[in-house]
């Protein structure tokens, strides 16, 4: 299963080049740049023409529209999308699960306090997931900003959720613009990827490349 990945397009899908060709296309989160209905209607229209057979998404903190407005928007999900929010899906015998929850990051959408609340959030992820799409990296991983410089903002309770998971082999995120990128780890449960799949870069502009990734 060929897997296209991508997050934080803000807005700017039809500034994109053309996607790599796959299986399943997924996206991370942050579709929109303010989270009106009307952008994530104009994202859609752009997401569900694309060719990929199967495509999942998942909220992020600039989409408010499905946070304040979710019968709405959820409605506005084309026929052959798939919107996670704290659910899963089985495509061709591989599981996914999304979320669109990060740690408190001003007053955007899906925060919640670190600690507690979030660790409720993560107990909800099944121990079988294959595929983890989330809006927000784990702590340590692909998750430092440039401002403070160097400091690592992801969720506690994400990366200690992760050490607890079986069968994960591919974890999909954004969020964090400036440290996009891919991480392998052979060492803990098994081979698992982690993708930043952010495509715009820190100052907004649509500069990072989708990511195509074999799953075995």
């Not at 934080?8 to 929109?32: E, I, M, Q, R």
């Not at 670190?114 to 991983?141: F, S």
Request: proline share 6%.
């Amino acid at each position: 299963m060929r897997l296209v990945l991508l997050s934080d397009t803000h807005g700017l899908h039809d500034a994109l080049p053309s996607l790599p060709d796959g299986d399943v296309l997924v996206h991370a989160g942050d579709v929109t740049r303010r989270g009106s209905l009307a952008e994530v209607r104009s994202f859609f229209d752009w997401f569900a023409g694309l060719s990929h057979r199967h495509k999942v998404v998942v909220a992020g903190n600039h989409d408010f529209a499905f946070q304040d407005r979710s019968a709405e928007a959820e409605a506005l999900v084309p026929a052959g999308v798939t919107y996670l929010k704290d659910s899963g899906t089985i495509i061709e015998g591989v599981r996914f699960w999304g979320s669109p929850w990060q740690p408190w990051f001003h007053d955007w959408a899906f925060n919640l306090p670190r600690g507690e609340a979030l660790a409720r959030v993560w107990a909800g992820v099944p121990d079988d997931v294959h595929v983890l799409v989330t809006h927000g990296p784990p702590h340590g991983i692909l998750d430092r900003v440039v401002v403070p410089p160097g400091q690592h903002v992801g969720c506690e309770m994400l990366r200690e959720r992760l050490a607890a998971l079986p069968a994960l082999r591919l974890h999909v995120f954004g969020h964090i613009h400036e440290d996009y990128g891919i991480v392998e780890d052979g060492e803990a449960n098994g081979r698992r990827t982690f993708v930043n799949a952010c495509i715009c870069d820190v100052r907004y502009r649509p500069v990072n490349r989708p990511l195509a990734m074999d799953l075995e």
